[in-house]
């Protein structure tokens, strides 16, 4: 079986997500049938085996703090999951109208062990480009810390497409020209274009593959193969129809055997230098 990095996991509890989330994302697959115990809270043990039996080896933990669409998921989630499994790496996560002091709060995190961070603008009603972000994107460009946006589209009621803006996306990459970048769903529905652009114009720029229909990835990225080195395999689990099943729809493209090891897991070893298997 292929070994995989998984870039985009969310973890929390069954009961934190919002009812819309639970609907229209976690639901579309058979994963939220297997991994909660009878109480809703995340068994941190079935959730390893469920990925394992996919081929998972690893992959990053995403907390979200999204008060009005999807829930609040909190960090320690995270935490709990790679305390237990380091191959999966915690991300942070931060809503500036939550966290007063966005710096402080991201601090915290870090100590906990946070190896990263997730921004999602979409679900957090706010811009990317915030000025009141930008100090936290300092510490990450700082330390080599990866930032991860959500750069497309959301179903969830409450969420405006103006949140997805690309040109947010191309500010932040435009003043922090030494942060990785990531672009989690490369620009879903509307965007794809624009995403593919930012990975040819700035060179810490990636995209996070994760709730693409694989099959019409090199219709939406013609330049996958000669940026293979930027794109990222991840599910959006668990809400994903299928890991080993897209794993295998990514295969069939028509790409070289360098540019998927790239793609499904050598890009995140050199990303993340604290994943080693
Ligand atoms: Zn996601």
Redesign the pocket.
């Given at each position: 079986m292929r070994k995989l990095f998984d870039f985009?996991l969310?973890v929390g509890h069954y009961f934190e997500w919002s009812e819309h989330a639970r609907r229209l994302w976690m639901e579309t697959g058979p994963y939220a049938d297997k991994i909660y115990a009878e109480d809703g809270c995340l068994d941190i043990e079935l959730f390893h085996q469920v990925l394992l039996g996919e081929g998972v080896v690893g992959g990053v933990l995403?907390p979200e703090y999204a008060l009005h669409t999807a829930g609040v998921m909190p960090v320690e989630r995270a935490i709990a999951v790679s305390q237990r499994y380091p191959q999966y790496i915690p991300f942070g996560a931060l809503n500036p109208e939550i966290h007063l002091d966005p710096v402080a709060e991201f601090e915290r995190q870090l100590a906990l062990g946070v190896k990263g961070l997730k921004i999602h603008g979409v679900h957090c009603q706010h811009h990317v480009n915030d000025p009141r972000l930008y100090p936290v994107y300092e510490i990450c460009q700082e330390r080599n810390l990866p930032l991860m946006l959500?750069a497309g589209t959301s179903v969830f009621p409450g969420t405006r497409l103006r949140h997805a803006d690309p040109y947010d996306y191309d500010d932040v990459a435009v003043d922090f020209p030494n942060l990785n970048l990531i672009l989690?769903h490369g620009g879903r529905n509307f965007w794809y274009t624009q995403a593919e652009f930012m990975v040819m114009r700035h060179e810490n720029v990636y995209i996070d593959l994760?709730?693409l229909p694989p099959r019409n990835l090199l219709r939406y990225y013609p330049k996958m193969e000669k940026f293979s080195q930027r794109f990222l395999f991840g599910t959006?689990f668990p809400g994903v129809p299928g890991v080993a099943a897209n794993v295998e729809k990514i295969a069939a493209l028509d790409l070289t055997k360098e540019t998927l090891d790239n793609i499904f897991i050598n890009n995140a070893r050199r990303l993340l230098p604290g994943f080693n298997q």
């Amino acid at each position: 079986m292929r070994k995989l990095f998984d870039f985009h996991l969310h973890v929390g509890h069954y009961f934190e997500w919002s009812e819309h989330a639970r609907r229209l994302w976690m639901e579309t697959g058979p994963y939220a049938d297997k991994i909660y115990a009878e109480d809703g809270c995340l068994d941190i043990e079935l959730f390893h085996q469920v990925l394992l039996g996919e081929g998972v080896v690893g992959g990053v933990l995403l907390p979200e703090y999204a008060l009005h669409t999807a829930g609040v998921m909190p960090v320690e989630r995270a935490i709990a999951v790679s305390q237990r499994y380091p191959q999966y790496i915690p991300f942070g996560a931060l809503n500036p109208e939550i966290h007063l002091d966005p710096v402080a709060e991201f601090e915290r995190q870090l100590a906990l062990g946070v190896k990263g961070l997730k921004i999602h603008g979409v679900h957090c009603q706010h811009h990317v480009n915030d000025p009141r972000l930008y100090p936290v994107y300092e510490i990450c460009q700082e330390r080599n810390l990866p930032l991860m946006l959500h750069a497309g589209t959301s179903v969830f009621p409450g969420t405006r497409l103006r949140h997805a803006d690309p040109y947010d996306y191309d500010d932040v990459a435009v003043d922090f020209p030494n942060l990785n970048l990531i672009l989690c769903h490369g620009g879903r529905n509307f965007w794809y274009t624009q995403a593919e652009f930012m990975v040819m114009r700035h060179e810490n720029v990636y995209i996070d593959l994760s709730g693409l229909p694989p099959r019409n990835l090199l219709r939406y990225y013609p330049k996958m193969e000669k940026f293979s080195q930027r794109f990222l395999f991840g599910t959006d689990f668990p809400g994903v129809p299928g890991v080993a099943a897209n794993v295998e729809k990514i295969a069939a493209l028509d790409l070289t055997k360098e540019t998927l090891d790239n793609i499904f897991i050598n890009n995140a070893r050199r990303l993340l230098p604290g994943f080693n298997q």
